[in-house]
């Protein structure tokens, strides 16, 4: 997962009226309640996923939405998921 390259790509989209690139990042916690965690695996479902984005960007404002989610063999502190949305303004 590379957010930089990421933020390269959707920020290089043609778009003029592009006002805004949120961006969010999940990682890693070293606690689930009261247990410790040593690791995490991640399992998407990449069908509902994609029905999610494409219904988030028919909403008024939103010009695009990137999403990378890491696969297994995580430990804590690891990036889990990065999430660009780019818009029109900060409102949407």
């Known amino acids: 997962m590379d957010l930089t390259g990421m933020i390269a790509d959707i ?14 990042m999940g990682c890693g916690a070293a606690c689930a309640g009261r247990r ?10 990449h069908k509902r996923l994609s ?3 494409a219904e988030q960007k028919t909403r008024a404002g939103i010009i695009d939405i990137r999403v990378a989610i890491a696969r297994s063999g995580l430990a ?10 780019r818009g029109t303004s900060a409102k949407t």
């Open 11 to 24: 920020a290089d989209t043609p778009i003029s009226r592009a006002a805004c690139c949120y961006v969010t």
């Open 36 to 45: 410790k965690v040593r690791g995490l695996r991640v399992a998407v479902d």
């Open 51 to 53: 029905r999610i984005l």
């Open 76 to 85: 804590v502190g690891d990036d889990v998921m990065f999430l660009i949305v």
